[in-house]
């Protein structure tokens, strides 16, 4: 992805805004893309890992939604983690998701503290 002129910058808003119109479809086209837009952009990474440790709180049709997309969330993350700056904050927000009502969603967060201690322990 090359963005020579910046431009993404400049829509910065505009696209994580649609994490916000109460779609599953939409927010998760944002999630699924934002791991990628993280590493092609390491200067907007911080700005990145707001947004995305913002999830619980989108409006969605129902819980079970939002545990979808907490989901790709974690994912996302994970495609970037070793760049993130404040893996606290990303670390608490996975913890949290170990008492996720959602299988898919717990044995995520599972795997994702797994490969992070198996990072650590190297």
């Known amino acids: 992805m090359v963005d020579s002129h910046n431009k993404f910058k400049r829509l910065f808003k505009k696209f994580y805004g649609y994490l916000y119109e109460g779609s599953l479809i939409t927010a998760g086209h944002v999630v699924d893309n934002s791991g990628t837009v993280a590493l092609a952009k390491p200067e907007l990474q911080d700005e990145i890992t707001k947004e995305l440790l913002r999830v619980?709180?989108?409006p969605l049709p129902t819980e079970e939604c939002r545990?979808?997309?907490i989901g790709k969330t974690m994912k996302a993350l994970d495609f970037y983690f070793?760049?993130?700056k404040d893996k606290d904050e990303v670390?608490?927000?996975v913890k949290r998701q170990l008492n996720n009502s959602r299988k898919a969603t717990k044995d995520k967060a599972e795997k994702f503290l797994e490969k992070l201690e198996k990072r650590q322990t190297k």
């Open 56 to 58: 619980e709180e989108i």
């Open 67 to 69: 545990n979808i997309l």
């Open 82 to 84: 070793d760049r993130i």
């Open 91 to 93: 670390v608490s927000f």
